[in-house]
């Protein structure tokens, strides 16, 4: 049996493979987002559970700040392991209450005076700093995230300045992963 399809009917089924694939390539970047956003809800967890405060509070205050790019599975996060609270929040880098009411920080992108204003802020109290959008991590955050946009895979550097500055203690453990995933491709 030959079936026959009409200029018409051939032009719209291209009309409609063209906009599939169009669409294809966005929703595996999508996925991967989402891939990588779990990655660094994960990678931020175990951080965690690596740190220590001078008081261990009773609820750990997560803050984001900025506009971030993977902080969204951050707010799924409700316990940790050892079965601590966690909240988390949302606060604009430039408002004052990020210094008393956070343990954590996690950082989006923000301008070199508001960061600059924001960790000055922070001088003083026990406050883990990690960030986004920092990839020399020379500077003010004390784990910086590591991400590229052909991987899902997350990796991290940690600046030993700002963690001495930072109140908080991390297992040594966490300090040797960052140096040893230097030369992993």
């Given at each position: 049996?030959?079936?026959?399809f009409?200029p ?7 009309l409609?493979l ?6 294809l390539?966005?929703?595996?970047a999508e996925?991967?987002?989402e ?5 660094v809800r994960?990678l931020?967890l ?20 900025a506009?971030?790019?993977y ?5 799924t996060?409700d316990?940790?392991?050892n079965g ?10 430039s408002?004052?209450?990020i210094s008393?009411?956070?343990?954590v920080?996690?950082?989006g ?7 600059i ?10 406050v ?14 004390v ?6 946009p ?7 550097k940690?600046?030993?300045d700002a963690?001495a ?7 040594p453990a966490v300090?040797?992963?960052a140096?040893a995933?230097?030369g992993v491709p």
């Amino acid at each position: 049996m030959l079936l026959l399809f009409s200029p018409r009917f051939i032009a719209r089924l291209v009309l409609l493979l063209l906009g599939f694939g169009l669409l294809l390539p966005r929703a595996l970047a999508e996925t991967a987002a989402e891939i990588r956003a779990t990655a660094v809800r994960e990678l931020v967890l175990d951080i965690l559970s690596y740190t220590r405060w001078p008081t261990e509070p009773a609820v750990l205050r997560m803050c984001v700040a900025a506009p971030t790019e993977y902080a969204g599975a951050l707010f799924t996060i409700d316990r940790q392991a050892n079965g601590r609270a966690v909240q988390v929040n949302r606060y604009d880098a430039s408002d004052p209450a990020i210094s008393d009411n956070c343990d954590v920080l996690y950082l989006g992108v923000v301008d070199e005076p508001t960061r600059i204003a924001l960790f000055a802020r922070l001088q003083g109290h026990s406050v883990l700093s990690i960030s986004e959008y920092n990839h020399d991590c020379s500077t003010s955050s004390v784990f910086c995230l590591q991400t590229e946009p052909q991987s899902v895979r997350v990796r991290f550097k940690v600046n030993l300045d700002a963690l001495a500055l930072s109140g908080v203690r991390v297992h040594p453990a966490v300090l040797k992963l960052a140096r040893a995933d230097k030369g992993v491709p």
